[in-house]
């Protein structure tokens, strides 16, 4: 079963190599959700990864865990899943291309920079991560922006078309994996072509419950859809932290998710 032509190396590393069959959870599906362990401290994010199990694909260490943890989080991590480092690099071209050796050590396979950091800084971070097997991802336009937010700070574009040129940039400097909102997938889908790997945040269990959760100033993420509308338009993770976490049952919200996700492969 494909669900983009030509699917890029790091979705195929990943995913191939930590399917659990005898889960009955096929790569296609529980293989492409990202959990976020967005958690203070170490053991609550231990326990957490533990009761997933390869109900996911892979664990996302974000600045909370890091911060707090360090190394540890990202060795605890990777002792389970395959690890997106979420550290959103954004510095001088020098500064960055050390980080991300640095990142590379500690046995992450992903690590994200912004891709608003310039050609020259992407790069060189793209060149040292290919060099020493770590995928540098560039974060696009942030999921709690829209196009208001976008002309506050003097860009005069919708959030769409600014990912896309962001995207493109970054693309030309080598980077060949991307964070996108799932409403920018299917452009950016069509700008890269098939060998990208693309990776969504803002995914929520349905988008109706993300609208109420918004209306009540719970979720700061402001461009959301389904698991399954991001597979659709071009995604080929997506990255899931508060709707598996605050469930009342996480690894039902997981497998429901993984669900979805099917469903989408198989329709594409």
């Known amino acids: 079963m494909q669900l983009h032509a030509g699917r890029p190396a790091l979705l195929l590393s990943l995913t191939e190599a930590h399917a659990d069959e005898s889960a009955g959870l096929s790569k296609e599906g529980a293989g492409r959700i990202v959990f976020a362990l967005d958690f203070p401290r170490l053991d609550a994010a231990m326990a957490f990864a533990d009761r997933l199990g390869s109900h996911v694909g892979m664990l996302k260490v974000g600045l909370e865990l890091f911060i707090a943890e360090g190394a540890r989080a990202v060795e605890m991590a990777r002792e389970r899943r395959p690890v997106f480092l979420d550290l959103k690099l954004h510095d001088i ?104 790997t693309l990776l969504t945040p803002g995914v929520r269990a349905s988008v109706s419950a993300a609208t109420l959760s918004s209306a009540k100033g719970r979720d700061d993420q402001k461009r959301v859809a389904t698991a399954a509308e991001a597979i659709r338009n071009g995604a080929d993770y997506v990255v899931v932290g508060r709707p598996i976490r605050d469930a009342a049952d996480p690894v039902l919200a997981a497998t429901e998710l993984a669900k979805g996700i099917e469903t989408a492969c198989a329709g594409s």
Not at 131 to 143: K, S
Not at 164 to 188: D, N, Q, T, W, Y
């Open 93 to 196: 071209p020098e500064t960055v291309e050390r980080a991300v050796i640095r990142c590379a050590d500690l046995g992450a396979r992903i690590v994200t920079v912004h891709a608003s950091g310039g050609k020259e800084m992407l790069r060189r971070a793209a060149a040292i991560g290919d060099d020493l097997g770590i995928a540098v991802t560039a974060i696009t336009v942030l999921t709690s922006l829209d196009d208001a937010d976008l002309r506050a700070a003097g860009v005069n574009a919708t959030v769409g078309d600014h990912a896309v040129v962001l995207a493109k940039i970054a693309f030309e400097a080598g980077v060949r994996s991307f964070v996108c909102s799932p409403h920018e997938a299917k452009a950016m889908r069509a700008a890269l072509g098939s060998e990208v």
